[in-house]
């Protein structure tokens, strides 16, 4: 039997280690143990329907800290998540099949076309080699811009290609 740990840190291990925003990894966790699809040890042998603080059970906390995670809040600063425990092997398992196929960050193609900011880049480097004219606007910058590679651009890439904010 593997030592068990509680689910606070699981979550925030397995994000981590896997590149997967915590929310949704709490998202994921918090449904699985709402739907018995992980198992779990709450306090004091408690089983998911036990009644807590009036007419709330542990299944319906944590089927809140679901929705609260889907909203973009981190349930970890709840100081039950700490008495949930689980087992990391099965854990991990269930994640390995819940997260397959998700890219959550997904990266650049090697040889990819460069974006569109760095092409406005590179034509006002090649076109005004030492400085930019006195007076010379972003508009017509993206407008010569335009005229020369057949592609629309906003003052605010143009800007931003030039390192402005």
């Not at 606070?8 to 981590?16: F, G, H, I, K, Q």
């Not at 100081?79 to 689980?86: A, D, E, G, K, V």
């Not at 990391?88 to 997260?99: A, H, I, K, Q």
């Amino acid at each position: 039997m593997h030592e068990r740990k509680a689910l606070r840190d699981l979550v925030m291990d397995e994000a981590a280690a896997r590149g997967i925003a915590r929310e949704k990894v709490w998202e994921w966790a918090c449904l699985a143990v709402a739907r018995d699809e992980l198992r779990v040890e709450l306090p004091g042998r408690a089983s998911l329907e036990t009644r807590l603080h009036g007419a709330t059970t542990w299944r319906g906390l944590i089927g809140e800290a679901a929705a609260a995670a889907a909203r973009g809040n981190d349930p970890a600063r709840y100081q039950w998540t700490r008495h949930i425990i689980l087992d990391p092997v099965e854990f991990g398992r269930w994640l390995d099949r819940w997260g397959r196929g998700i890219t959550v960050q997904p990266k650049r193609a090697v040889g990819a076309k460069p974006t569109l900011r760095e092409a406005v880049a590179s034509f006002v480097a090649k076109k005004y080699p030492k400085e930019l004219p006195a007076g010379m606007t972003l508009k017509a910058i993206a407008r010569n811009f335009e005229e020369k590679s057949g592609r629309a651009v906003s003052e605010r890439t143009v800007r931003r290609a030039l390192g402005r904010r």
